[in-house]
Structure formats: C-alpha cells, structure tokens
C-alpha cells in the first residue's frame, strides 16, 4: 500500500557530501514515520536515520550523529537524508523505510519496527 523509492546514492569521496530522497507514494496518510537504514557488505543491516511524519521528531544513530541529517518535505512525500563528512565506512546499500503504526519512540531504530522498504540505493565513499 505505500512504496518507496530511493534515490542520489553515488560514489564520493571520503569527507564529501551525498542527499538521498526518499519518494513515498501509495497510501502515504497512513505513514507514522520513516528512517534510513544502510547495509555494508557482510554485514546487518543498521539503522542511521528516522524522523516522524507530522511532528519531525528527528533520531540519529551514533555513528551518524552530527554528520548526517534527516528531513522530511510533506507536500512532496519525500523524507532526505543530507550525509556530510563521509567516511568510508558510510559504504554500502542505503535503504529507506516507512512504519504506519505510531510506535514506541525508543524501537524506531529496529528493522521490525517498519513496515515498508525501498529497494535501495548505493552509496560508495572512496577515494
């Protein structure tokens, strides 16, 4: 009922800059929230990113904190994620996600939480 797409990953360089957007479509008046995860190779899938649909609440993940923020535009349906000060383990697939329950604040950095996913986009930070 809502569908995802990301884009604006790329290849940077370490200490560069990267938006991604995240277009939401379908049912979007029923979106709660939605954040960024991200997934280097071999590894789990982690969240980065979340802020809420209404009121913005904004929640960062540690090793993102104070390099990367989340914004959300509600007439365009659009959550972005401004990634400054890349490093190179940024590396990997980022993954936007939407949850249409209200949940509790302190489980919006678990993957079970969303209900939706994108199908991904690359983001590269090497020289």
């Known amino acids: 009922q809502v569908q995802l797409v990301e884009s604006g990953g790329g290849l940077v360089q370490p200490g560069g800059s990267l938006r991604l957007s995240c277009a939401a479509s379908?049912?979007?008046?029923?979106?709660?929230?939605m954040g960024w995860f991200r997934q280097a190779p071999g590894k789990e899938r982690e969240f980065a990113a979340a802020?809420?649909?209404?009121?913005?609440?904004?929640y960062y993940a540690d090793s993102v904190k104070g390099r990367f923020t989340i914004s959300r535009d509600n007439a365009k349906n659009t959550v972005y994620l401004q990634m400054n000060s890349l490093k190179p383990e940024d590396t990997g697939v980022h993954y936007c996600?939407?949850?249409?329950?209200?949940?509790?604040?302190?489980?919006?950095?678990?993957?079970?939480?969303?209900?939706?996913w994108g199908q991904g986009t690359q983001v590269t930070v090497s020289s």
């Open positions: 802020i809420s649909w209404s009121g913005g609440r904004t």
């Open positions: 379908g049912r979007t008046f029923s979106i709660y929230a």
């Open positions: 996600a939407a949850v249409v329950m209200p949940p509790r604040w302190d489980l919006i950095t678990t993957r079970a939480t969303y209900n939706y």
